[in-house]
């Protein structure tokens, strides 16, 4: 157990997180629904209702949606971007093993099923992080948009209005400022980390590159 815990530390902490402040989230917005409900004279709602309203599934997709479009953006570009200088982009100057050829390894034992397997598998595999990433950031947009509908409809109605659709929605000035409003923050956060490791070190992390190296030095190792 303690060897299972050692070696998949930073993912347990990282998903441990995740939920805590998604019950946090889903708490606090539960509140905050029920205090407006509250205050324009309509009925609270339970919990696990407020699970189902387009309140807390909006709030949690559109997020998602920015997370997922930034990180497959980001491990896309870097496959053909570069940045002298920063531990997260390749050497332009030097081969890099990511770039090798995974066909030359079709007999290694030790590779994974689809480098063995080869054709089609290993095309799929050797795409699957970006595809892995692009699919649950259109998943997590259709749920942003499904639960936004909910959401502007029910604000809708109560100001004299009428029930949009997912596709009416998706056309309305609101969904676009909720999904930019994210975007450009991760898109910045991100160009920060990569500008940022140009010249600033964290001992002992591998988003680092080590204490001594010159500032030219690109990649972390």
Known sequence: MRRFVRDNGLSLVMFALFGLFLLAQSVTGWHVYNDDHQDHGESQIAY????????????????????????????????????????ESKDPDKSEPVDENPRQAKTDPDASWPVRKGGIWLTLYEYSLTIALLLLFFFSFV???????????????????????????????????????????????????????????????????????????????
């Open 48 to 87: 696990g209702a407020y699970l189902r309203t387009g309140h807390f599934i909006e709030a949690t997709f559109e997020n998602w949606e920015s997370e997922y479009l930034q990180m497959g953006a980001y491990v896309l570009f870097t496959v053909f971007l570069f940045q002298r200088g920063s531990s």
């Open 143 to 221: 749920l942003h948009a499904a639960g936004g509908a909910r959401e502007y409809s029910e604000e809708q109605l109560a100001h004299g209005g009428h029930a949009v659709s997912t596709l009416e929605f998706v056309r309305t000035d609101e969904f676009w400022f909720q999904s930019f409003q994210n975007w450009q923050s991760e898109f910045l956060a991100m160009g920060s980390i990569v500008v940022l490791s140009i010249f600033l070190r964290q001992r002992g992390s591998p988003e680092s590159k080590p204490v001594a190296a010159p500032h030219a030095a690109t990649g972390s190792g």
